[in-house]
């Protein structure tokens, strides 16, 4: 079973149009988390949501929106997309309080806009 | 603020050869210290992490990595590359007070020659 699922795996899209990309773990955890890879592999923060709470919001344009719908499921909608939103996204979860110490992150989503 | 700097974006080996991969952080408070590995066109794999309780932490595949405060240094080692090895890998801190993201380094790619 996989712990941290995303899907798609890639997404080739025209500049302009709207996508979404969706994250899901079956590991009990309180706590997800968006990530961004570019092309030098360089990886940053974007979004993490504590129990359906959005917690961190790292300066990322408004197009970029994050849906959690429960504790399980944290989705990522970006809109109007640009060239430069080409990365790789990776959502990753953990638990929080004391133990929150290791995050788990899926196989990343590969977006390429056109 | 706290950051890692992983030193050298491309470290090659011999097959058997010692492994070494260099991480240093900047923290004001007791960081919490991890390695992941990115295979290609994969997610991140936790390798090991630094919680405190011991000073040199054992991960999977035969890596370790020593904590030392006093060079702020969490250094990745294995005695003997394999050709599975080959991969990227990542240090990253865990932030104490920003909803624990992870702070990542600039990620080391490691080459292993037959």
């Known amino acids: 079973d996989t712990a941290v699922s995303q899907t798609p795996k890639y997404l080739v899209t025209q500049m302009g149009n709207d996508k979404s990309i969706k994250c899901e773990q079956n590991l009990g955890h309180d706590t997800m988390y968006w990530y961004k890879q570019d092309s030098k592999k360089f990886l940053k923060i974007m979004f993490s949501y504590n129990n359906k709470e959005l917690i961190i919001n790292e300066t990322v344009p408004n197009r970029f929106s994050p849906k959690s719908p429960d504790k399980a499921h944290l989705n990522l909608h970006i809109n109007s997309l640009e060239l430069g939103d080409s990365a790789v996204y990776f959502c990753?979860?953990?638990?929080?309080?004391?133990?929150?110490?290791?995050?788990?992150f899926g196989p990343g989503t590969r977006l390429l806009v056109l | 603020a706290q950051s890692v700097t992983q030193l050298g974006s491309h470290v090659s080996v011999s097959e058997g050869a010692l492994v070494l991969l260099r991480c240093n952080y900047s923290?004001?408070?007791?960081?919490?210290l991890f390695w992941y590995v990115q295979y290609p066109n994969q997610g991140l794999q936790l390798l090991l992490k630094?919680?405190?309780?011991?000073?040199l932490v054992k991960g999977i595949n035969g890596f370790e990595a020593e904590f030392k405060k006093s060079e702020t240094s969490f250094h990745l080692t294995k005695p003997s590359a394999h050709m599975s090895d080959a991969a990227e890998y990542f240090c990253a801190v865990r932030s104490y007070n920003q909803g624990g993201k992870l702070i990542f380094g600039q990620g080391t790619e490691l080459s292993v020659k037959p």
């Open positions: 990753a979860s953990s638990l929080s309080g004391p133990t929150q110490e290791t995050q788990y």
């Open positions: 630094y919680t405190s309780a011991a000073t």
């Open positions: 923290s004001s408070v007791p960081p919490y």
